[in-house]
Structures are given as structure tokens and as C-alpha cells.
């Protein structure tokens, strides 16, 4: 009550003051018409404002945002569409020598940032909050049960929770270690076959590679739901429909790049994305369903659960706004990423490691010599002896660094306006990582188009042309380490 009592007086007494004033400025300046200082306070107000609004100006402009990233020049309303051709990595690195490590390119009517610097990605990471999400494309929202992946779901408390669990229920130690015997007796399956019926024929090694990890992976995700001939059945519907929403997700749909279009799906994608998506969804579902089925009455101990199980469990919480309880789409969402990421990336760089080491027999000499000194002629090869191969290991890490199985990574879209390096990269943009470009970059790399296990002679040298081990790490890293499993260990759950 006082306080209002004495804001008021306060009022009063200063507009008072000011009538005053006035009346003073008046008596003193009797001889001056009211019309004058009527026209005097009006240029003085006017002059006030001029020097105000150019003072502002002047501010906003010192605070200006900094430009757009340079780039090439398209055609209208396509843009740059037509100049790309069907390996983008490769031709976005060209690009590169042209306008430097961070360039924008219009296709069709959306803007497309490309970045190739390691100092660069390191500030995308520094703003890792905008920068969580990933553009959706028509195909991914689809295939992506409505962005209820790991993927492609928008940042927020439900993009937490679905790494958290992915991270810590299905990638943890405890629960690979639980599963090591099936991956054990798949590889011991895949090379007794080789041995038995290719001993001295041709083996397509990529096909191999594939049968061999979609295997292993199914069974990791499902193991216990389809056996023998059923279960060979559904992993090879699987493999289908996995590789063909990868295509789909791959092509480059018009209906994205120019959306007043997308009405009339020009290319019939969308049409074509709903028919596999369809067939996708009955698949899966088929299985959750079942599992649900033999599940009733039929507890499983926790070691023996496939990351099925895991999922529905977390499930069957049915509090969905709890910490860790999933919804049905969500489960589908996580075994289709792992299904579709997992394969064949896994079997993809399998293949480049080989196909590598038989184009250069002194490395694949040097991993035999190094398997003969830690493994024996004997024994076979086990996951716990992978920390001793340290030649292998360097190998596979080539293998990464030259074909990067996802050269360009997921692209991002910032949530908001920022800027990264000298340029800003507006809101809604697509940004892509070009990783390929960076781990064949001559200015980091000695030789970087040579295949040299030797790390001694191949690291990459840090800013100073020093060599340095750490930043083969930190460049090969988006492509070793997921990005949900780093963003945990940098604590970002607590
Ligand atoms: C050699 C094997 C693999 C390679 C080269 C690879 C590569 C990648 C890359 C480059 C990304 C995108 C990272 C980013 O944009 O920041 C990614 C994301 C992802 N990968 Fe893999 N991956 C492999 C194996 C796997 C496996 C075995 C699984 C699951 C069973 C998996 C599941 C995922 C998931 C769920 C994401 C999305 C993570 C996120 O959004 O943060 N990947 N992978």
C-alpha cells in the first residue's frame, strides 16, 4: 500500500515538475508566440529521432549477422540440382577446392550447407543443442514410423529418452556381452560353410560379409522369435525391404526440394516409400505380435533377453511419459534403425578392409604375422583377443577413413540461426558433414589416397604440421563412435 501510495506521488510529482517547467519557459520568453515553440519542440523531437534511428542503425549494423557461406550459382528454380552428379560426396568435395571448407548450394528451394573441416565440425559439435536435429526427408519420416527413431526424432525429452535407451539398455556392455555366443556361433557358422563348400572357388566376399552380420544382427535383435527355414525366410523379406527403403531414403525426391510440388509426387516416390513402408510395418509388427504371444506366462532371465525382449519390457511400463517406457512405434522405430544401420555399414566395411588388404599383401602379411603371434594357427579368432590386434585394428581404421560407409553422415537441420566459422547457416537448412572429403584432405593427411596401416607414417598433422594420433581419432570418430553413445559419455543425461 505504501509503495503504490508514493509510485503515484511520484507520477504526479514529475509530470507537475514538467508542467511547470513549461509555464516558466513561457513567462521567461513572453515575447515568443506558442506557435513557435510548438514548431521548436517538433524539430527537436524530429532531430532526436533522426539521430536515434541512425544510432541504432549504426548498432545494427556492427551487430549485423554474418553472411550466408559462398557457393556456386544454379539455375532458376532448380538450382544446382542438374550439376551433381550420382556420387554426392565425391561431388561436393569438389566443390570444395572451389568454395572452401564451408559453402551453401540451393537444390531446388531448399538451402544445403556443406562442411569439410575438422575445426569446423568441432564448432557444429559445440552447438550440439541446435544442431540435434536431422533434416527429415519424405522417405525418413515414413520409414522412420513418423521420426519415432533414434534418427530422425526432434530433439526434445523424447529424443533423450530414445538414446538413453539405446545406449544404456541395448549397447551397454552387459547386454553385448550376454549375446557374444550367438555372434560367436554365426562367424564359427559363415567360415565352417566357406570352408566346407567354397574350399578352392570364387566367393563373393561382399555377399558373404552381408549374409554373415544381417544374420547376426537379426538374431541380436530378435534371436529367439524365428528359426531355420522360417527364420531364413523372414531375414531374407527382411534384407529386402531393408535394402530398398535405403534406396529410397537415398534418392533425391523433388517433392523435398521443391514442396509446392510434393502434392503431385512427380517421381512416384512417396507412393513407392508407403508400399515398402507397408510391407516394412506388417513385418515387424508380425514379429512384435508373436514375441508378445509366446511371452505371456513365459518370463525370460534378464541375460537371456534379445534386444527385443529389452524393448518391450520397456514397453510394457505402459506409462509412456515415464523416464524409460517406449510406445509400440518407437520399437519399431529402434529395430529398424538398428536393422538398417547396423547391416550394411558393418558388412560395407568389412568388404573395403579385404578388398584393401588384398591390394596390398605386405599389410595383409603383417595382420597373418600379428593373428599367428596373438590368436596361434589353432585357435580362432575371439572378440576378446581384438584388443591385442593392433595391426588389424589399423587396418579397419583405414578402411574407414578411405570409404566412409555413410561419406556424408545423417545431414543435421539447426533449430535456430547460427553461425559457424565466418558465415551463418540459417534455421531449417540442411547440413551436410562431408567426411569423405576430410579423411582424403591432402592437408591433413600425408598420401591420404594411400591405404598405410602404419600409423607412424599416415597420421594426419594437427594445425602446426605436427602428426598427430589424437586427430585421426577425432576425424575418424563420427564414423567409429555413434554420435548418441559420445553424447552420453560427454554426460549428456545428467
Ligand atoms: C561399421 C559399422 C557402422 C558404421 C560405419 C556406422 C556409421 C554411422 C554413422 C556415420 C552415423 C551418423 C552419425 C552422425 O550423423 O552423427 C550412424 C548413426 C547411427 N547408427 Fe551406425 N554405424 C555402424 C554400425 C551400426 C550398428 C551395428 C548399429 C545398430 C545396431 C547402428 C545404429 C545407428 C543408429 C541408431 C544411428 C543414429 C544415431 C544418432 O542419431 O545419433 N550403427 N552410424
Given at each position: 500500500?505504501?509503495?503504490?501510495?508514493?509510485?503515484?506521488?511520484?507520477?504526479?510529482?514529475?509530470?507537475?515538475?514538467?508542467?511547470?517547467?513549461?509555464?516558466?519557459?513561457?513567462?521567461?520568453?513572453?515575447?515568443?508566440?506558442?506557435?513557435?515553440?510548438?514548431?521548436e519542440a517538433f524539430v527537436t523531437i524530429i532531430a532526436v529521432s533522426i539521430v536515434a534511428f541512425w544510432l541504432m542503425k549504426k548498432g545494427n549494423k556492427t551487430r549485423q549477422a554474418a553472411p550466408l557461406p559462398p557457393g556456386p550459382r544454379g539455375l532458376p528454380v532448380i538450382g544446382y540440382l542438374p550439376f551433381l552428379g550420382i556420387h554426392l560426396h565425391k561431388s561436393f568435395t569438389q566443390l570444395a577446392r572451389d568454395y572452401g571448407p564451408i559453402y551453401k548450394l540451393w537444390l531446388g528451394h531448399k538451402l544445403y550447407v556443406v562442411i569439410s573441416s575438422p575445426s569446423l565440425v568441432k564448432q557444429v559439435r559445440d552447438h550440439d543443442v541446435t544442431f540435434a536435429d536431422r533434416y527429415p526427408s519424405t522417405a525418413s519420416k515414413i520409414i522412420s514410423f513418423g521420426r519415432n527413431d533414434?534418427?530422425?526424432?526432434?530433439?526434445?525429452?523424447?529424443?533423450?529418452?530414445?538414446?538413453?535407451?539405446?545406449?544404456?539398455?541395448?549397447?551397454?556392455?552387459?547386454?553385448?556381452?550376454?549375446?557374444?555366443?550367438?555372434?560367436?556361433?554365426?562367424?564359427e557358422k559363415a567360415i565352417k560353410d566357406v570352408y566346407q563348400k567354397k574350399t578352392g572357388k570364387a566367393l563373393d566376399f561382399g555377399q558373404f560379409a552381408f549374409m554373415l552380420i544381417s544374420n547376426t544382427v537379426?538374431?541380436?535383435?530378435?534371436?529367439?522369435?524365428?528359426?531355420?527355414?522360417?527364420?531364413?525366410?523372414?531375414?531374407?523379406?527382411?534384407?529386402?525391404?531393408?535394402?530398398?527403403?535405403?534406396?529410397?531414403?537415398?534418392?533425391?525426391?523433388?517433392?523435398?526440394?521443391?514442396?509446392?510440388?510434393?502434392?503431385?509426387?512427380l517421381q512416384g516416390l512417396e507412393r513407392k516409400i508407403h508400399v515398402t513402408f507397408r510391407r516394412l510395418d506388417q513385418i515387424v509388427s508380425s514379429i512384435i505380435e508373436e514375441r508378445r504371444k509366446l511371452g505371456e506366462g513365459n518370463s525370460v532371465g534378464e541375460e537371456a533377453k534379445d534386444l527385443l525382449q529389452v524393448l518391450l519390457d520397456l514397453n510394457n511400463h505402459g506409462d509412456y511419459a515415464a523416464e524409460s517406457s517406449i510406445t509400440d512405434n518407437q520399437?519399431?522405430?529402434?529395430?529398424?534403425?538398428?536393422?538398417?544401420?547396423?547391416?550394411?555399414?558393418?558388412?560395407?566395411?568389412?568388404?573395403?578392409?579385404?578388398?584393401?588388404?588384398?591390394?596390398h599383401p605386405d599389410a595383409m602379411q603383417k595382420v597373418h604375422k600379428e593373428l599367428d603371434e596373438v590368436i596361434g594357427r589353432s585357435n580362432a579368432v575371439e572378440e576378446f583377443h581384438l584388443p591385442r590386434l593392433h595391426y588389424l585394428e589399423a587396418a579397419i581404421k583405414e578402411a574407414f577413413r578411405l570409404h566412409p560407409a555413410l561419406p556424408l553422415l545423417v545431414p543435421r537441420c539447426p533449430t535456430e540461426d547460427c553461425q559457424i566459422g565466418r558465415y551463418t547457416?540459417?534455421?531449417?537448412?540442411?547440413?551436410?558433414?562431408?567426411?569423405?572429403?576430410?579423411?582424403?584432405?591432402?592437408?591433413?593427411?600425408?598420401?591420404?589416397?594411400?591405404?598405410?596401416?602404419?600409423?607412424?607414417?599416415?597420421?594426419?598433422?594437427?594445425?602446426?604440421?605436427?602428426?598427430?594420433?589424437?586427430?585421426?581419432?577425432?576425424?575418424?570418430?563420427?564414423?567409429?563412435?555413434?554420435?548418441?553413445?559420445?553424447?552420453?559419455?560427454?554426460?549428456?543425461?545428467?
Open positions: 500500500m505504501v509503495i503504490a501510495t508514493s509510485s503515484f506521488n511520484f507520477t504526479c510529482i514529475a509530470s507537475s515538475t514538467a508542467n511547470l517547467t513549461w509555464l516558466r519557459m513561457e513567462e521567461a520568453n513572453g515575447d515568443l508566440q506558442q506557435g513557435e515553440l510548438v514548431v533414434i534418427a530422425f526424432c526432434p530433439y526434445g525429452a523424447e529424443w533423450r529418452k530414445l538414446r538413453k535407451v539405446f545406449v544404456r539398455e541395448l549397447m551397454s556392455s552387459a547386454r553385448l556381452n550376454a549375446s557374444y555366443v550367438l555372434r560367436k556361433r554365426h562367424v537379426l538374431s541380436m535383435l530378435w534371436g529367439s522369435t524365428a528359426h531355420g527355414e522360417q527364420g531364413e525366410m523372414l531375414s531374407s523379406q527382411i534384407r529386402g525391404v531393408a535394402e530398398e527403403s535405403m534406396v529410397l531414403q537415398g534418392a533425391p525426391n523433388i517433392s523435398d526440394l521443391i514442396p509446392s510440388l510434393a502434392r503431385f509426387d520399437i519399431k522405430g529402434i529395430l529398424v534403425d538398428s536393422m538398417i544401420g547396423g547391416t550394411d555399414t558393418t558388412s560395407t566395411t568389412i568388404e573395403w578392409t579385404m578388398a584393401e588388404l588384398m591390394q547457416i540459417p534455421k531449417g537448412a540442411t547440413v551436410f558433414i562431408n567426411a569423405y572429403a576430410m579423411h582424403r584432405d591432402p592437408q591433413l593427411w600425408d598420401s591420404p589416397l594411400e591405404f598405410r596401416p602404419d600409423w607412424e607414417k599416415g597420421l594426419p598433422r594437427d594445425s602446426h604440421g605436427r602428426e598427430d594420433a589424437q586427430l585421426h581419432s577425432s576425424i575418424t570418430a563420427p564414423l567409429i563412435r555413434m554420435e548418441a553413445s559420445s553424447w552420453v559419455d560427454r554426460g549428456g543425461f545428467d
